[in-house]
């Protein structure tokens, strides 16, 4: 009984507290979510403006050709032109391959409050993150509710941080749709009370092990956005180059293929060596609770498929015949494989890693 | 003979590679990136089952109760060893191919790298204006001769060096130039980190061969002293010697669970496992007192006490119908929910002159609901109740067959004890006695103890996995994030002497940054020499 005293009690109000914040935040997200949306859509109407000015403008067009054959032998960069590809060259101005805010970026009014809009759910998110913690005296991710809801918020607070160095709003209604389908699940699938941990959960790692494998999952989250985007771009320009018509007018939004490849690929690159340390960390904490530090776990089991996966696509982006869509595709397998894990083998397979709260 | 050899010859076309040939081109495909690529998504898909199907190492019972489920299709799982996945002929298979496929091809690269790591970077290109990232600075013409072309080289050599970069100075017939190459320190994290790998697998074999891993359940009050006869269950590796057993000795004094009292939505929900228990190192070492909890396993002499689960022992004893005493002690009984609602099985051989059985339910809080049956309404022991069953007859035991001690066959036994008997249940307090209908004994509950379940576990393969896979994640991160690039540099002369300087890089590998480092190159050479400011444009130049 003298125990009970090394654990503080939990603050149920700070905790009531954290569960309004969540919802309010997913609130925002939503219209945040929205917003980008229609940003995509004015935006892609923008561009298909600026098309048809250069159309009339014959004259000019030729001259803007030539101008930027020019520019290819004189100022254009080899990653944009190496990469590009784009068919359509006016929408340049808008986006272009090294993701940078452009001229025109300032012009898009939806996307500012979209980006604005995130900022202020991503507040409150943090105060309901925080709040969560603090109520119960420990990091906010013990079970399924604090996994999702601390996931969300990693990913929300990555992208924005992202968005200072590069212009990435096309992916926005994808990991702002993706940061509400969390807050979603968790408030309405696995609603969870604040509480204390199992003794199992009592240990240091968890701050290691966890934090890790959420951040990770966080970045595979925004590269598989970017190879979705890739494939789709892929079969676009493919489409373009044979001459048939525009199926998706919107990816003008959208940096070239083989950009997108490049950004998924180093993000990818960092969110592996993030999965080798989580199943390091996990082995090491493994070791002390259970006595072994490997033991094929299905929670095990499926990060060492995650694993083996990534590493095949980092292999096959080294493997003459592999780049482009396959590899693309092996990165999308391997995120199918980390949401299984998150789900799938969370709640439905019998195993040491089960306390997702349901 | 001959004739046949003849007439045999022309039916092939391609040349006979003959059994050195077949193996060296089983070889080089078996090293080729495409098949390495293969065996890592078979690898993946293969790991699959073992996460859908139960596995014996993890869990036998589970196995076996699976093969009486599935009668048919059981035995077919079991020939594809699908119940013991990550030892099976197929997955091991695959593993080892992908393990000889990774040693040759580390290998070649070793070999490579360490002729790379003693040579001086490669000769300067003579059109630096075909690589992918080329930059042309034009010298300030008001300013030209404050510098010459070997100054040029001599600084630009310094500047590199300063980067990080190996440098050569060259001369190719009059031609000045610096040859310069970085990120030698990638392929070395690229084979660390495979070596690594190769490293693991090896360790995890030691660990399998000289290990082992038992089971023991304690009650407390008992001693468990590490010995072949102490264990429950045991499992040696391959290469397991009874003699390497640490003769050590755990002796549970007390076991304390902490449950959550304050919060209504966690109420019950355990929040704490301390065993205390007492340790000698050796028969004639010194007793100590230590806790042993979960996550804090006691680290002796390598061969590690975890906890790993615990429940009650209630202490019985039971008098046979000659009124003497056939058992007593305390009987293990297994935890089934969060209020320990335990089933306890109790078999007494000794009984004369008929053999005695009992099974049923330990109620640590016992409740009654509203059909009469007893519940438990709490982990801790409040009000503990036995519920049992009770019978007479042969147990079976005397056959020599082995039987689960946690199951009693009643088939041969005859009932004594029942709420279909006129006797009715047993239902026993703390200190109560119950007598047996028919003069066939008693029993009481006499005492309620806790146990707690051991894992004993020694693997001398776990301090190289450690370093191994530091290794591992070390090279790994250097094999990723440390560019490999060369820079070569040129004066650009002409009859009126140096005009400018012209350099180039190519990357060698993944390579984001190649473009930012010609950049910074470009910024670092016009604070150096008196460039002309336009040359600034043409500092991305790229042909």
Redesign the interface.
């Known amino acids: 009984?003298l125990?009970?005293a090394?654990?503080a009690?939990?603050n149920?109000t700070l905790g009531t507290y954290s569960q309004l914040f969540m919802l309010l935040a997913a609130m925002v997200y939503m219209v945040a979510f929205i917003c980008f949306a229609l940003d995509l859509a004015k935006t892609n109407k923008t561009i298909a403006a600026l098309d048809a000015k250069a159309l009339e403008e014959d004259q000019r067009v030729l001259a803007s050709a030539g101008g930027q054959n020019a520019a290819a032998?004189?100022?254009?960069?080899?990653?944009r032109?190496?990469n590009s590809g784009r068919a359509d060259n006016v929408g340049e101005d808008v986006v272009n391959d090294e993701m940078t805010y452009t001229a025109l970026s300032p012009k898009r009014g939806i996307a500012k409050i979209a980006v604005v809009l995130t900022w202020l759910a991503v507040a409150l998110h943090g105060f309901a993150v925080v709040s969560r913690s603090l109520a119960a005296h420990r990091v906010p991710w013990g079970n399924m509710y604090e996994f999702l809801t601390t996931g969300a918020f990693v990913v929300a607070l990555v992208y924005l941080v992202a968005l200072f160095f590069k212009d990435l709003r096309f992916v926005g209604s994808f990991i702002i749709g993706l940061v509400t389908l969390m807050l979603c699940a968790a408030t309405i699938g696995f609603p969870t009370?604040v509480?204390?941990l199992?003794?199992?959960l009592?240990?240091p790692w968890i701050v290691i092990h966890v934090s890790i494998a959420v951040l990770a999952s966080a970045l595979f989250s925004i590269s598989f956005a970017m190879n979705v985007l890739q494939l789709l771009q892929h079969s676009r320009m493919n489409r373009l180059a044979e001459g048939k018509e525009d199926k998706l007018p919107f990816m003008r939004l959208v940096p070239g293929a083989g950009a997108l490849e490049?950004f998924a690929?180093?993000i990818n690159?960092i969110a592996?060596?993030m999965w080798?340390?989580t199943v390091?960390a996990g082995?090491?904490?493994a070791?002390?609770?259970?006595?072994?530090?490997w033991?094929?776990?299905?929670k095990e089991?499926?990060s060492?498929?995650i694993w083996?996966?990534y590493?095949?696509y980092?292999?096959?982006?080294?493997?003459?015949?592999?780049t482009g869509p396959r590899s693309a595709w092996?990165s999308i397998i391997g995120y199918g494989?980390v949401i299984f894990n998150f789900t799938i083998?969370n709640i439905y397979?019998n195993g040491l890693h089960s306390y997702a709260g349901v | 003979m001959a004739k046949n050899k003849r007439t045999k010859k022309p039916l092939t076309d391609a040349p006979a590679l003959g059994f050195v040939g077949s193996l060296r081109w089983i070889w080089t495909q078996l090293t080729s990136m495409p098949t390495a690529l293969f065996l890592l998504l078979l690898l993946a898909v293969a790991a699959v089952p073992g996460s859908i199907f139960p596995q014996r190492r993890v869990n036998p019972e589970l196995v076996t109760q699976y093969l009486t489920d599935n009668p048919v299709s059981g035995p077919w799982l079991d020939r594809f060893q699908l119940f013991d996945v990550y030892s099976s002929a197929w997955f091991s298979a695959i593993y080892l191919l992908l393990f000889i496929s990774l040693v040759g091809c580390i290998i070649p690269r070793i070999k490579k790298h360490a002729i790379a790591l003693r040579s001086k970077p490669p000769r300067t290109p003579t059109k630096l204006e075909r690589l992918p990232q080329y930059t042309r600075l034009e010298l300030d013409p008001v300013q030209a001769t404050a510098i010459t072309a070997e100054q040029l080289v001599s600084e630009g050599q310094r500047i590199l060096r300063k980067r990080g970069y190996r440098v050569d100075r060259r001369d190719d017939a009059g031609v000045l130039s610096v040859s310069a190459e970085r990120g030698y320190v990638r392929e070395i994290g690229n084979i660390v980190f495979h070596t690594s790998l190769l490293g693991i697998l090896l360790s995890m074999a030691i660990g399998g061969a000289f290990g082992y891993s038992g089971q023991r359940i304690v009650v407390e009050g008992e001693t468990f002293v590490n010995s072949l006869v102490s264990y429950d269950s045991f499992s040696p590796g391959t290469n397991f010697d009874a003699k390497n057993l640490e003769p050590y000795s755990v002796g549970l004094d007390k076991f304390d669970i902490t449950f959550d009292r304050e919060s209504e939505t966690h109420f019950g929900q355990p929040l704490d496992f301390t065993a205390h228990v007492t340790t000698r190192r050796s028969p004639d070492a010194e007793a100590q007192q230590e806790d042993l909890k979960v996550n804090h396993p006691l680290r002796i002499n390598g061969a590690d006490v975890y906890l790993v689960g615990n429940g009650y022992a209630p202490v019985v004893t039971v008098k046979d119908g000659e009124g003497k005493v056939a058992f007593s002690g305390p009987v293990v009984s297994t935890p089934q929910d969060s209020v320990y609602t335990s089933v306890m099985v109790l078999k007494v051989p000794d009984a004369n002159p008929e053999q005695l059985g009992f099974t049923g339910f330990l109620l640590p809080t016992a409740l009654v609901d509203e059909t009469g049956f007893g519940i438990s309404g709490d982990p801790n022991a409040i009000n503990p109740q036995l519920h049992l069953n009770s019978y007479y007859g042969d147990l079976g035991l005397d056959e020599g067959k082995p039987q689960n001690v946690y199951v009693l066959d009643t088939d041969k036994l005859t009932e004594l004890n029942s709420r279909s008997q006129d006797a009715g249940g047993i239902i026993l307090e703390a200190g109560q006695t119950y007598e047996l209908p028919d003069g066939k004994g008693s029993i009481s509950f006499d005492d309620l103890k806790r146990f707690v379940a051991l894992d004993v576990n020694y693997d001398p393969g776990k301090a190289p996995i450690a370093v191994c896979s530091f290794l591992a994640l070390a090279g790994l991160a250097i094999s990723l994030f440390t560019p490999r690039r060369r820079v070569w540099l040129r004066p650009i002369t002409d009859e009126q002497g140096l005009r400018g300087v012209e350099f180039a890089l190519l990357a060698r590998g993944e390579d984001p940054r190649l473009q930012r480092e010609a950049a910074e190159l470009s910024k670092i050479f016009h604070n150096t020499w008196p460039l002309a400011e336009k040359s600034k444009d043409l500092g991305e130049v790229n042909a």
Do not use: K
């Open positions: 009984m125990r009970i090394t654990l009690p939990i149920e032998i004189g100022t254009v960069t080899p990653a032109r190496g009370p509480g204390h199992v003794p199992a009592q240990s490049n690929y180093r690159t592996f060596v080798t340390f390091m082995a090491i904490w070791e002390a609770a259970w006595g072994r530090y033991g094929w776990d299905p089991v499926w060492f498929v083996v996966v590493a095949g980092l292999h096959a982006r080294a493997t003459g015949g592999w092996l494989c083998v397979f």
